[in-house]
């Protein structure tokens, strides 16, 4: 897909990975949505992103609710007249052990909260947002790409029961979804960030962190436009569909 004038959403896009790949879309041409619930972050980064010459448009979205999926897609077509791409990139981490115990004591569990919170962010929001987007683009005639953000802990990490769960859960949709809409003119491809440079991380005990990295082939961790390179990647190549890519500087869990 050539990305000149074509209309790009992308969720959770006022900071982190999705404003690196509203940067490194935008520069190739693409009119970008973001989307995010944080309206002063997203103001922000509009305000940004617009003084650099890039075309782009916010809209106020929480990815795990229904009816505001719908209006931010309502939204998008009516400002931007249809829509030939999205990014699932919208998530957020809940750790925790599942049983945390000690001398034969249980301590703690994850609770209840912990995981759906991040099972209604991080799956049902890439269903919800997959979901119309691709409706969209079928009844307007339209090709077009969704690429949505996995990782690597889709293999499983201790902590992360929740995230985990999800972002395996966002593997298998691509690869569902790939076989599907292909028919349409549809691509779904998907990214599997491995550690990468971002508040997320910048959260983590500085002695873990250096365990992470010392763990790392390529002895660092990732930055958000390793990851922007690859999503262009997926949009720009129209044989890609229905596989993962891992950017994880050679690590595996």
């Not at 790392?216 to 720009?236: C, H, M, T, Y």
Request: aromatic fraction near 4%.
């Amino acid at each position: 897909m050539l990305l000149d004038n074509r209309v790009i959403a992308i969720t959770g896009g006022a900071q982190g990975l999705g404003l690196a790949m509203a940067e490194r879309l935008g520069r190739r041409g693409a009119t970008l949505a973001l989307l995010d619930r944080d309206g002063e972050r997203l103001d922000e980064a509009i305000g940004g992103l617009a003084h650099a010459g890039i075309k782009v448009h916010g809209f106020v979205a929480d990815v795990a609710e229904e009816g505001s999926v719908r209006e931010a897609f309502s939204a998008i077509e009516s400002s931007l007249g249809h829509i030939d791409g999205l990014v699932n990139n919208a998530g957020i981490v809940r750790d925790g052990m599942l049983v945390k115990a000690r001398d034969g004591r249980v301590e703690s569990t994850m609770s209840l909260s912990q995981w759906q919170s991040v099972i209604d962010v991080n799956l049902t929001g890439v269903f919800l947002c997959g979901r119309e987007a691709a409706a969209r683009m079928i009844e307007a005639g339209r090709e077009g790409v969704i690429v949505n953000i996995s990782s690597i802990s889709r293999a499983g990490n201790k902590g992360q029961s929740n995230y985990s769960a999800a972002k395996a859960g966002v593997a298998a949709l691509t690869v569902t979804w790939a076989g599907e809409l292909a028919r349409h003119g549809i691509r779904v491809g998907g990214v599997a960030p491995g550690f990468i440079e971002t508040e997320m991380t910048a959260s983590i005990r500085e002695d873990m962190l250096e365990r992470i990295t010392s763990g790392v082939p390529l002895k660092r961790l990732g930055q958000p436009e390793d990851i922007a390179e690859s999503v262009a990647f997926i949009f720009e190549n129209d044989y890609f569909t229905g596989r993962i890519m891992e950017c994880d500087g050679g690590l595996r869990l």
